[in-house]
């Protein structure tokens, strides 16, 4: 019933910027939180960023001074403005947003379909 739709990706220079959107369709209440994750072969899944509906965030220390969270709430949709981009930061980056359907229901975890950010050197 919920998707995550993910756009934005794609080849970059190092030093360039890409900027990745995903939107949230479907009955949704409120979205309380927000992430991007990111993935690389044989390694963990990684939180890069996250950020609340109150517009508080976090970042990983790899993406501080770098990268920058926002959302729109209106359109249910998060960003990731990544600048300064490194060789590093190539991956699939996953949008993730906990999701909840009705007041007072539980919330849950959905995920985008990854988007492939690839950084030459």
């Known amino acids: 019933q919920v998707q995550l739709v993910e756009s934005g990706g794609g080849l970059v220079q190092a030093g360039g910027s890409l900027r990745l959107s995903c939107a949230a369709s479907?009955?949704?209440?409120?979205?309380?939180?927000m992430r991007w994750y990111r993935q690389v072969p044989g390694k963990e899944r990684e939180l890069v960023a996250s950020?609340?509906?109150?517009?508080?965030?976090n970042y990983a220390d790899s993406a501080k001074g770098r990268f920058t969270i926002s959302r729109d709430n209106a359109k249910n949709t998060v960003y990731l403005q990544m600048n300064s981009l490194k060789p590093e930061d190539t991956a699939v980056y996953y949008c993730?947003?906990?999701?909840?359907?009705?007041?007072?229901?539980?919330?849950?975890?959905?995920w985008g379909q990854g988007t492939q950010v690839t950084v030459s050197s």
């Open positions: 993730n947003a906990e999701v909840q359907l009705s007041w007072g229901g539980f919330e849950y975890d959905y």
């Open positions: 950020i609340r509906n109150s517009g508080l965030a």
């Open positions: 479907g009955r949704i209440f409120s979205i309380p939180a």
